[in-house]
């Protein structure tokens, strides 16, 4: 079975402070790895993807994160907040399972947290 | 814009009625998902379509949900005799069909709401 952990449901900043949003996972499997943000009302938008590249991954916005196998971490951070970060971050891992050789990549979700950010 | 669009964007509906949701994925993507996100909890995966073939359904989907994608494009959802706890906002989303791990694009979801 896999699992996906986001440690914190709130993360709270002043503008132009550093972001950090945890998530761990577990898996038997070498896993691909996401951070998608989700505006209220809005689906969700693809911040950026680990899949077994660098292990040091920048996305859109600023925000990067950092895999780290020993650790089973991938935490997302922000050198300086912005209030227009404030949302919902879901940490997300994509488990191939082989069925007939077809990958049909079935995301599994973290719980999110959600980021406010303070003026 | 060519992303994934859903219709509507919110339905309200009585209790014991049937809704159907519409998802146009992205042109050229051959793999359609299909999530449900109720409020404060992470989307969960409902069901995937390669082309017009559906290859996988969660537990969570029950008799009372169909999906059809019938010609591999757009994709409908229904759910009928509705009940409380289908209340959710349901997203869709697509994706290339690739070994290596393709990002998923979402559409804004539908929000359903149960009377």
């Known amino acids: 079975a896999q699992s996906v952990t986001q440690l914190d449901s709130h993360v709270s900043v002043s503008e132009g402070t550093p972001v950090l949003l945890r998530c761990n996972y577990s898996s038997s499997y070498s896993p691909s790895l996401f951070w998608y943000v989700q505006h209220p009302n809005k689906g969700l938008q693809l911040l950026l993807k680990?899949?077994?590249?660098?292990?040091l991954v920048k996305g859109i916005n600023g925000f990067e994160a950092e895999f780290k196998k020993s650790e089973t971490s991938f935490h997302l951070t922000k050198p300086s907040a912005h209030m227009s970060d404030a949302a919902e971050y879901f940490c997300?891992?994509?488990?191939?399972?082989?069925?007939?050789?077809?990958?049909?990549?079935?995301?599994?979700f973290g719980q999110g947290t959600i980021l406010t950010v303070h003026p | 814009d060519t992303g994934v669009s859903q219709n509507p964007r919110h339905k309200i509906t009585k209790r014991g009625q049937n809704v159907t949701f519409r998802c146009d994925p992205i042109?050229?993507?051959?793999?359609l998902y299909w999530y449900r996100q109720t409020l404060g909890q992470g989307p969960e995966f409902l069901t995937y379509f390669q082309n017009e073939a559906q290859l996988e359904k969660s537990r969570l989907l029950s008799d009372r949900f169909s999906a059809e994608r019938p010609k591999g494009s757009f994709s409908t959802l229904e759910i009928q005799r509705t009940e409380q706890g289908d209340s959710a906002m349901y997203l869709c989303?697509?994706?290339?069909?690739?070994?290596?791990?393709?990002?998923?694009?979402f559409g804004d979801g539908t929000r359903l709401s149960i009377l």
């Open positions: 989303a697509s994706s290339l069909a690739d070994r290596a791990s393709q990002p998923q694009h």
């Open positions: 997300v891992a994509h488990l191939p399972f082989n069925a007939g050789g077809t990958s049909y990549g079935k995301l599994t």
């Open positions: 042109s050229e993507h051959n793999r």
């Open positions: 680990y899949t077994s590249a660098a292990t």
